[in-house]
C-alpha cells in the first residue's frame, strides 16, 4: 500500500509563501494522479489542486488558482504544494491524495477518487 506523509505547515502570515511536501512510500506513484485538499473545523474536505501522473496537467480550485502551484517529482516519490500570497481564507488542514485508477492526463477533484491520505499537515495564515 501507499503511505503518504504532510509536511511544511505551520502559522504565517496573509501574504507569506508557504510550500508544503509530501512524501510517499511503499509503492512508487508514477502512475498516480496527485491532489491537495484542506478542511476546516465545521466544513467538508474540498479540493484544492491535483496533477496528472503523465504530461504534467494541473488543475485548482478557483480561489487558489493563481496563487498556488502542484508539483511532483517522481525521482524522489513526493509532491509538493507551493502556497504564495496566501489568505486566511486558506487556514486548514492540507492533506496529501493518491489517485491510481485515472488516466495519464486525468486530474481527479473528488474525494473517492482517491484511495490514498495522508495525515494532513496544519496551516493556519494570520490577518
Known amino acids: 500500500q501507499v503511505q503518504l506523509v504532510e509536511s511544511g505547515g505551520g502559522l504565517v502570515q496573509a501574504g507569506d509563501s508557504l510550500r508544503l511536501s509530501c512524501a510517499a512510500s511503499?509503492?512508487?506513484?508514477?502512475?498516480?494522479?496527485m491532489g491537495w485538499f484542506r478542511q476546516t473545523p465545521g466544513k467538508e474536505r474540498e479540493f484544492v489542486a491535483a496533477?496528472?501522473?503523465?504530461?504534467?496537467?494541473?488543475y485548482y480550485t478557483d480561489s487558489v488558482h493563481g496563487r498556488f502551484t502542484i508539483s511532483r517529482d517522481d525521482v524522489k516519490n513526493a509532491a509538493y504544494l507551493q502556497m504564495n500570497s496566501v489568505k486566511p481564507d486558506d487556514t486548514g488542514i492540507y492533506y496529501c491524495a493518491a489517485a491510481r485508477t485515472v488516466g495519464p492526463t486525468q486530474t481527479p477533484t473528488r474525494r473517492h477518487e482517491y484511495a490514498y491520505w495522508g495525515q494532513g499537515t496544519q496551516v493556519t495564515v494570520s490577518s
Open positions: 511503499g509503492r512508487t506513484l508514477s502512475t498516480y494522479a
Open positions: 496533477i496528472s501522473w503523465a504530461g504534467g496537467r494541473t
